[in-house]
C-alpha cells in the first residue's frame, strides 16, 4: 500500500502584504483545542499573529466582538479564511484575550470589563523609550506638549493614533524615573519631557 | 559506519541489535531487515537534527551529554503483531525516550517516554492514510469498534495525550486532524 501524497499546508500573502503562517490554513486552528499542551501552543501561534498583525496594521485595539465578522473589520484578515471557509469564535477569542492580559501582551481598556483590550505590539515601557527619545531629537524637552500633539500630529508620526489610554501608560512609565510630567488641564492633557 | 562531525554519540549498536535478535528464534530476517533500516533513517534524521541544531547542541549543556553517549537500541516483538518499535534510549539525556515507531506506512520518531498504545497507532495511520483528517465513522468502518468505544478512544487521543486537533466548524460536524500527517510549509 502507498501513501498518498501528504496535504501542504502554505503561507498565504494578504494584500496587504502581511503573510499568514501555513497554520492558519490548518481548520481546527479555529476551534479551542482540549488538551493543555495543545492549547499553549495554540494560543501562542494566535498570539504571534495578532501581535504581528497588529504591528503591520498599526491596530491599538481588539475587541470580543471582532470575532465572528466575515467581512468589513479591520481584523477579519486573520479572524476569518474564507480559503477553508473557518472563522474565529466569540468565546475563542476571550480566552485568547485573557491569556494575552496574563502575559503582558495586552490589557483591559477600560479596566474592569473583559471585551476589550488595547495590545501591546510595543509595550508601554516601550513606547515610553520611543516618546523620550523623540520628545529629545525634536527639541521638546522642557516644554509642554498636548496628548493631541503627540498622538494627532499634523505630520503623521510613529504616535498617529495611538489611544490617548496607551499614551497615558506610556507617560506614567516615565513619569515614575522623573523623566516627564504630566499635566492635567480641564482642555485635556498634556506633558512635559526632561532629559535623564 | 560513517561518522560527521558532532554525531559521535550517534553510534548505534549493530552488536547489541544483533544479539537480540539471536534470543529470538521466531524474529525473520524480513524483520531484521526493516528494522535496520529504520535505524538508518532514524539516524539520518538525528543526522539532519544535529547538523541543522549544531549551534544550539553545543551551547545548550541539556544537550552536551549527546555528543558523547552511547546510543542502544532495543527492539521487541510487537505485542499483537503488525508493528515493529525501535526504541532509543540512552542513560538520562535529553534524548531519552526518542523512539521510531511505524505509522502506517511511515516512520515516525516520537519524542516522548512513553509508547505508542494500539490505539493510537490505529487512529495515527488511519490518520495518515485519509491525509491527515478524519471523522469518527472512518475510525468506526476501520475497526469495528462500537460508537462508545470509539468515543472513549477520541477522547485520549485529544484531551489525555494530545495528539489530535479537533475542528467543530466542519461540515460533518466535528473532524479530527493530526499535524504529522500534513506537510507545513513553516
Known sequence: MTTPERPKLQTYTLSSGYVLPSIHAWPPFFTQQRNPTIIADQISHWTRIILSYARHRRLFVLRIQDADLREDNQWSEIFWNPRIKRVMKPRHLETLIESMVNAGEAAYEPPRQTSSVLIFWRTPEEWAELLHEWATNTGHLNTILTFYEIIEPEVPSQFTDMPLPLLRKALNTLTKTGRAQIIERAEGGGVRFFAR | ?186
Not at chain 2, 42 to 56: K, N, V
Not at chain 2, 102 to 120: P, T, Y
Open chain 2, 1 to 186: 559506519m560513517n561518522r560527521r562531525p558532532g554525531l559521535a554519540g550517534f553510534e548505534f549498536q549493530t552488536q547489541s541489535l544483533q544479539s537480540y535478535a539471536a534470543l529470538s528464534s521466531t524474529l525473520s530476517q524480513n524483520q531484521i531487515d526493516a528494522l535496520h533500516s529504520q535505524l538508518a533513517q532514524f539516524r539520518a534524521a538525528l543526522s539532519r537534527f544535529a547538523s541543522e541544531h549544531r549551534q544550539d547542541i553545543r551551547r545548550d549543556p541539556a544537550f552536551r551529554p549527546c555528543l558523547s553517549t552511547d546510543v542502544r537500541l532495543h527492539w521487541c516483538r510487537p505485542a499483537r503483531g503488525g508493528r515493529c518499535r525501535a526504541e532509543y534510549t540512552d542513560s538520562g539525556t535529553a534524548w531519552r525516550g526518542y523512539q521510531v515507531v511505524n505509522v502506517g506506512d511511515r516512520l515516525m520518531v516520537r519524542s516522548s517516554v512513553k509508547e505508542l498504545d494500539g490505539d493510537q497507532a490505529t487512529i495515527l495511520a488511519l490518520a495518515q492514510r485519509m491525509g491527515g483528517r478524519f471523522e469518527e465513522q472512518h475510525l468506526v468502518d476501520e475497526t469495528r469498534w462500537t460508537i462508545d468505544r470509539t468515543r472513549v478512544a477520541m477522547d485520549n487521543m485529544v484531551i489525555r495525550d494530545g495528539l489530535c486537533w479537533v475542528d467543530e466548524q466542519d461540515d460533518a460536524r466535528v473532524s479530527y486532524w493530526v499535524p504529522s500527517a500534513m506537510v507545513w510549509d513553516e
